[in-house]
């Protein structure tokens, strides 16, 4: 059977990409916690946008919208919101109403912060591509996130010799208090996973998910059994391996079919799909839409 004709969705705006900025804080911490109101403008941009970091955005007020990857999420008074490194972001929000604290930091700097490799990883709220990205807090709650805050900053832009002890143990505290809330909102299992292997496979699923998609290669690479890597996930996650496979390869779909200019052909090759129908009857089961109805709800703002 023959595919139907590619789907081309016309000229994208170009993706701007935000580095962190290393002289903002000095090359020793690559991690900073920003007033909002200094930088509102500079970050919170209009246009479809990414950034190389992750980030935590604790608003005290909200007014607005973001689109993150294919979801659009309000943003309300006393809002945390999660974001991990390249989504797809494009903000619309009334600046002026706005009273927030941006704490981010680099991924390959945290894990080594903490002589953890999987660090991040363990942290339900990043790579999350199931439940929401917002933990709802009390006012009482975000006040006292922003202290912590606060308290990051000083011994940022003036450090002692202790500074790292002091800015890695609240680092710590307050990432794992926001662990245990997410886990707590979503209903989600949050014991540590001795073995490792879930949090090992959700890291390479984020750098090999365009060119594996078998669950049997992961534990391969993993050196562990099929049986073993899925019971590891399914304890850490409440989710099958292939359950959480399908819901990274999903999202790795929707971004393509949202912010790229390829053809549905040149999505399902490059995904490693032998043909283009293939790809559509996945997406269809996953989502009950087709890829065509999917980009029209999107472009209608119903999705």
């Not at 016309?10 to 903002?24: D, V």
């Not at 090999?208 to 019971?231: F, M, W």
């Not at 790795?252 to 090759?269: A, Q, R």
Request: net charge neutral.
């Amino acid at each position: 059977m023959k595919s139907k004709q590619p789907l081309r969705r016309g000229k994208f705006e170009s993706l701007k990409t935000i580095k962190f900025n290393k002289t903002e804080c000095g090359v020793d911490f690559l991690i900073n916690a920003i007033n909002g109101a200094d930088v509102a403008s500079e970050y919170l941009l209009s246009s479809v946008h990414n950034a190389d970091y992750f980030e935590v955005l604790v608003f005290k007020r909200g007014n607005g919208q973001l689109l993150l990857d294919d979801k659009r999420i309000d943003i309300e008074d006393n809002t945390i919101l999660f974001v991990s490194p390249f989504q797809k972001k494009k903000w619309d929000v009334n600046l002026p109403l706005l009273d927030f604290t941006i704490l981010i930091f680099q991924e390959d700097f945290l894990n080594e912060f903490f002589t953890d490799k999987l660090f991040t990883y363990r942290l339900l709220y990043f790579y999350q591509h199931d439940h929401s990205l917002v933990l709802i807090a009390s006012s009482q709650q975000v006040q006292s996130i922003c202290n912590i805050l606060t308290e990051i900053k000083s011994e940022l832009v003036q450090p002692n010799m202790d500074s790292a002890h002091i800015i890695r143990s609240l680092i710590y505290y307050l990432l794992q208090r926001l662990n245990r809330e997410y886990a707590l909102q979503n209903n989600l299992p949050f014991q540590v996973d001795a073995s490792n292997h879930a949090y090992a496979f959700k890291k390479l699923m984020e750098s090999h998910i365009k060119k594996t998609q078998r669950i049997n290669d992961y534990a391969e690479l993993l050196g562990v059994s099929r049986i073993t890597l899925n019971a590891a996930v399914k304890k850490q996650f409440n989710l099958t391996a292939v359950e959480l496979l399908k819901q990274r390869l999903l999202t790795e779909i929707k971004n393509e079919l949202l912010y790229s200019d390829k053809s549905i052909g040149e999505i399902s090759y490059g995904l490693g799909y032998s043909e283009p129908n293939h790809l559509m009857r996945f997406f269809k089961n996953q989502t009950g839409m087709t890829t065509s109805e999917f980009i029209a709800a999107y472009q209608k703002g119903s999705n």
